[in-house]
């Protein structure tokens, strides 16, 4: 069983920044738990979107094109931690984000291809 809990959101004015934290506990990194980390968001009335994944093993990262050059995914491998840089913010990053993780089979932008997800945090930008 893995647990991914988030932490790091809250209200910033446009321009701002925010970091988002997810801490991963259980049987969680092997290749066939947990081999890739993500950020996933969901704003009001809109479906879940990819923002960003950290394959565990090589640090490879992925980004959506909306954030690019904006945000930065980490992780800390002794913490079992993964992080979300957001910088630059915009209002119409307001969403809930979420960190999910997945094994290292499938599509790393699909949110049907995690396995684990945590609860969320609320990011709210404003103009």
């Known amino acids: 069983q893995v647990q991914l809990v988030e932490s790091g959101g809250g209200l910033v004015q446009t321009g701002g920044s925010l970091r988002l934290s997810c801490a991963a506990s259980?049987?969680?990194?092997?290749?066939?738990?947990?081999?890739?980390m993500a950020w996933f968001r969901q704003a009001p009335g809109k479906e879940r979107e990819f923002v960003a994944a950290i394959r565990w093993r090589d640090i490879r990262t992925y980004y959506a094109d909306s954030v690019k050059g904006r945000f930065a995914i980490s992780r800390d491998n002794v913490k079992s931690t993964v992080y979300l840089q957001m910088n630059s913010l915009k209002p119409e990053d307001t969403a809930v984000y979420y960190c999910?993780?997945?094994?290292?089979?499938?599509?790393?932008?699909?949110?049907?291809?995690?396995?684990?997800w945590g609860q969320g945090t609320q990011v709210t930008v404003s103009s």
């Open positions: 999910a993780g997945k094994p290292a089979y499938g599509s790393n932008y699909i949110a049907g291809n995690y396995n684990d």
């Open positions: 259980g049987r969680a990194f092997s290749t066939y738990v947990i081999d890739v």
